[in-house]
């Protein structure tokens, strides 16, 4: 069965730093792009970064680029997104996702976790 | 930065109507990669639409989408139960991918 499972989400203090995983069956990692992208509450999607299949790019939204980076480990086809130097405004349920009838700009995901949440506040 | 701007906020409708959800964009997207996902509370969003008016496996064929340019369009044609949900539309002609703040169906 193909499917994503994040974890790892918490509450943080500002400044802090968080570690998400997102563990894959029914595929590869090293087979396919894999995104980020996350969902303050009550608000729309936003995505915040992905890695190709081999690792060799990865890509982020600007208003996390140098504070959050994406990996993956072939070994445990999982998925994960350091965050270092956490905001308030980083609060957001975070889901892990399968890229999709991508084109060089970009893609649609066609498959996603069930989401992890983030709660950054002192 | 493509901003999309979905309308309207909240759409009240009875199950077997016809739904017509918008999505505009800034400025022109590349290629019509637009995309439809609807998400059930509680849930991860669902891809619906790809490429403005491709469904997705899966997905049913009263869901059905249309546009180019700067307007684009999702229609529901009879509302089932499952589909009193929230609709996002997303752009990735551009860079960086970009989504709407999303379009609720709600029964009326």
């Known amino acids: 069965e193909v499917q994503l499972v994040e974890s790892g989400g918490g509450l943080v203090q500002p400044g802090g730093s968080l570690r998400l995983s997102c563990a894959v069956s029914?595929?590869?990692?090293?087979?396919?792009?894999m995104s980020w992208v996350r969902q303050a509450p009550g608000k729309g999607l936003e995505w915040v970064g992905n890695?190709?299949?081999?690792?060799?790019?990865?890509y982020y939204v600007d208003s996390v680029r140098g504070r959050f980076t994406i990996s993956r480990d072939t070994a445990q086809n999982s998925l994960y997104l350091q965050m270092n130097s956490l905001r308030v405004e980083d609060t957001a349920m975070y889901y892990c996702?399968?890229?999709?009838?991508?084109?060089?700009?970009?893609?649609?995901?066609?498959?996603w976790g069930q989401g992890t949440m983030v709660t950054v506040s002192s | 930065e493509i901003v999309l701007t979905q309308s309207p906020g909240t759409l009240s409708l009875s199950p077997g109507e016809r739904a017509t959800l918008s999505c505009r964009a800034s400025?022109?997207?590349?290629?019509?990669?637009v995309a439809w996902y609807r998400q059930k509370p509680g849930q991860a969003p669902r891809l619906l639409i790809y490429?403005?008016?491709s469904r997705a496996t899966g997905i049913p064929d009263r869901f059905s989408g249309s546009g180019s340019g700067t307007d684009f369009t999702l229609t529901i044609s009879r509302l089932e139960p499952e589909d009193f949900a929230v609709y996002h539309c997303?752009?990735?002609?551009?860079?960086?991918?970009?989504f709407g703040q999303g379009t609720k169906v709600e029964i009326k």
């Open positions: 400025q022109s997207v590349p290629g019509s990669y």
């Open positions: 490429g403005a008016s």
């Open positions: 890695i190709k299949e081999d690792g060799s790019d990865k």
């Open positions: 029914g595929f590869t990692v090293s087979s396919t792009w």
């Open positions: 996702a399968r890229d999709h009838y991508g084109v060089p700009s970009g893609a649609t995901y066609d498959i």
């Open positions: 997303q752009q990735y002609g551009s860079s960086p991918r970009t």
